[in-house]
């Protein structure tokens, strides 16, 4: 709570972190990754809720720095379960604006699959995981340089991964009728592989709700077929 209060100061500042990436650099599943973050979220939210504060002041102080693994449609079902499931999180403190159940997500790719044998493979694999967050419409990414499992990186290498975000900016652009650059509204892939990894969030309940209890438990992610995802980017 003293951190919360102190953040009062700082309105765009979001002051609580989820670590999710640390499970991800000790291995665990993407559903592992996905469901102890959103448990740890939501007990940030009963606590300080507990504490006296609104859902409104603490959700939006709230950002989820996820790790990102090379398993690319999942991880961009991850991404998006992860922005449904925590709209559902954030629903149940009855928040007074509805947009305060939207997620605010830092992604960074995996340091778990990096290699030190042939460091230069680690560059094909750290492109397609921030691929795949910038597709699923992550807020920020993070790209390691490809020798941070061995060494300090160096000017090269750090000059490398922040080209490699640039490459998919500028090399892999979704533009408009005008060449204009616009932002990935609907980024998923082809029907049948969205349906296919859709049951992520039903995983994740299996976990989450194994983890804490109210109002996790309350979520219900079960069905396949919803008409609108408005949380999703």
């Not at 972190?17 to 000790?26: E, H, L, P």
């Amino acid at each position: 709570s003293a951190v919360l209060k102190a953040g009062q100061a700082l309105p765009g500042y979001k002051v609580l972190a989820v670590n999710g990436f640390y499970f991800n650099n000790a291995g665990a599943y993407i559903t592992q990754e996905l469901g102890y973050s959103l448990a740890w979220g939501n007990e940030l939210m009963a606590k300080l809720t507990e504490a006296g504060f609104s859902a409104d002041e603490v959700v939006k102080k709230i950002k989820f720095n996820l790790g990102i693994s090379s398993n690319y449609f999942m991880e961009i079902a991850k991404f998006r379960a992860a922005r449904w499931l925590w709209a559902e999180i954030v629903a149940a403190y009855n928040p007074a604006c509805n947009c305060a159940c939207k997620m605010n997500v830092h992604a960074q790719t995996s340091e778990w699959n990096m290699t030190v044998y042939d460091a230069h493979v680690n560059l094909l694999r750290s492109q397609t995981e921030a691929m795949s967050a910038a597709l699923a419409g992550v807020d920020s990414i993070t790209v390691r340089p490809f020798d941070k499992t061995y060494q300090t990186p160096d000017d090269f290498s750090e000059r490398i991964a922040r080209n490699q975000q640039l490459l998919l900016k500028e090399e892999c652009p979704i533009k408009d009728k005008a060449k204009k650059l616009v932002k990935v509204m609907t980024p998923i892939p082809p029907i049948w592989i969205r349906n296919m990894m859709m049951i992520c969030p039903v995983w994740v309940k299996v976990v989450a709700t194994s983890t804490v209890v109210s109002p996790v438990t309350q979520t219900e992610v079960v069905d396949m077929n919803r008409a609108s995802m408005k949380w999703m980017p």
